[in-house]
Structures are given as C-alpha cells and as structure tokens.
T-cell receptor
Framework: DTGVSQDPRHKITKRGQNVTFRCDPISEHNRLYWYRQTLGQGPEFLTYFQNEAQLEKSRLLSDRFSAERPKGSFSTLEIQRTEQGDSAMYLC?????????????FGPGTRLTVT | RKEVEQDPGPFNVPEGATVAFNCTYSNSASQSFFWYRQDCRKEPKLLMSVYSSGNEDGRFTAQLNRASQYISLLIRDSKLSDSATYLCVVNRAHQAGTALIFGKGTTLSVSS
C-alpha cells in the first residue's frame, strides 16, 4: 500500500498523559499536513511541513502540541498533558507540492479518546 | 462569516436521481478548490479538483464561480454507493501548499 499511513489507529489515554502519533506520507510527497476533526465538523488545519521545515501553525496548535518531521519523511505529532477536549480524529495528509493545485491525500487517521 | 459554508443536508434521494450541492467561500484570494468525499468514520478522499472552466468526471460535474465565490457539485444518476458526506474545500489565501479549509460537509443518502 503506497498511501499515507498513520499509527496508531486508535489511542485511549487518561487525562494528563502524553501521546505521540506517527504519519508516513506518500513517499514522493514533500508536503505533510496535520488536521484535527471532531464529530460533525470538517477537518481543521493544525500545521504543515515542506520537507523538514514547519512552515505554518494554526492558532489551534497550543503549546501542548508539537510536531516534527526530522528528515523530511515521516512526521510525529505529540500532545502533552492531554485534556478531554483533545479527543478527536487526528488526520495526516501529504501532497506533491505542485504550484497552483495542491491535492492532498489523507491517511486513515488516529482516533484519540481522552478519559 | 465562516470561511466555507455548505448546506449540511441531509439530502435523501432515490437511486438514479440528480442531486446538486452548493458551497460558498469567503476568501476571494483562494485559488484552489476541491470536493472531498468522506464515509462514516473514514478519512476524506479527494473526489475532484475544481477548475475555473468547470470540470466533469463521469457522473460528477464541478463548477466554480469566482465572482460569486460559489462552488457546486452535481451528481447524476445517483448510486447507493454515493451515500457519504461531501466536503467543499478551499485553500487559504493565495498560496498553494498552505492549509485547506473545509466546510462541515453535506450528507447524501441514496436509497433504493
């Protein structure tokens, strides 16, 4: 399967714990995005990398959230001191980064439940 | 005003019907437009990009009206398998490669 992959697919954690998610983009894609989706809403942008550089962060990305893409391939998203409001589906997407049209392809997501 | 607005539906149609979804966006500088399809508890899947001249892919036709900041999706000859949520998506500002802004989605249910 050459699509975007994410791990784990599901995570249940207790409030206050730290969690880390991984995303492996489509291999030739240089852009990688993180989104969050809650029930009944469309995905909301969190952050974006071009190669290893983090170029944009949403106001939604509080200080408890950090993302990395150290070698310009896979990325990790860490949430520290989780809160119940962090419960959501965390989606990763990647794109080839063509000028003009940037079609993004999504992974299956990591569903986080904070108890 | 929300950046991307869609009628949430649900749209309940019989097989074979033609159904149209509309979407408006607020940022006149947006340059990339898409329709994504999302099945229940699955990730969004790119259905089609939307070009200024309009484009068609089989039973699906997308139109863009930049002056009115309006995007549409027409589905002809609906199939049961078309049942899903359809997300209208635009990019922010004028740069490709930056955030996609999603509408809340329009739910379609096709029945036999």
């Amino acid at each position: 399967d050459t699509g975007v992959s994410q791990d784990p697919r599901h995570k249940i954690t207790k409030r206050g714990q730290n969690v880390t998610f991984r995303c492996d983009p489509i291999s030739e894609h240089n852009r990688l995005y993180w989104y969050r989706q809650t029930l009944g809403q469309g995905p909301e942008f969190l952050t974006y990398f071009q190669n290893e550089a983090q170029l944009e962060k949403s106001r939604l990305l509080s200080d408890r959230f950090s993302a990395e893409r150290p070698k310009g391939s896979f990325s990790t998203l860490e949430i520290q001191r989780t809160e119940q409001g962090d419960s959501a589906m965390y989606l990763c997407a990647s794109s080839f980064g063509l000028a003009g049209v940037d079609e993004q392809y999504f992974g299956p997501g990591t569903r986080l439940t904070v108890t | 005003r929300k950046e991307v607005e869609q009628d949430p539906g649900p749209f309940n149609v019989p097989e074979g019907a033609t159904v149209a979804f509309n979407c408006t966006y607020s940022n006149s500088a947006s340059q990339s437009f898409f329709w994504y399809r999302q099945d229940c508890r699955k990730e969004p899947k790119l259905l089609m990009s939307v070009y200024s001249s309009g484009n068609e892919d089989g039973r699906f036709t997308a139109q863009l009206n930049r002056a009115s900041q309006y995007i549409s999706l027409l589905i002809r000859d609906s199939k049961l398998s078309d049942s899903a949520t359809y997300l209208c998506v635009v990019n922010r500002a004028h740069q490709a490669g930056t955030a996609l802004i999603f509408g809340k989605g329009t739910t379609l249910s096709v029945s036999s």
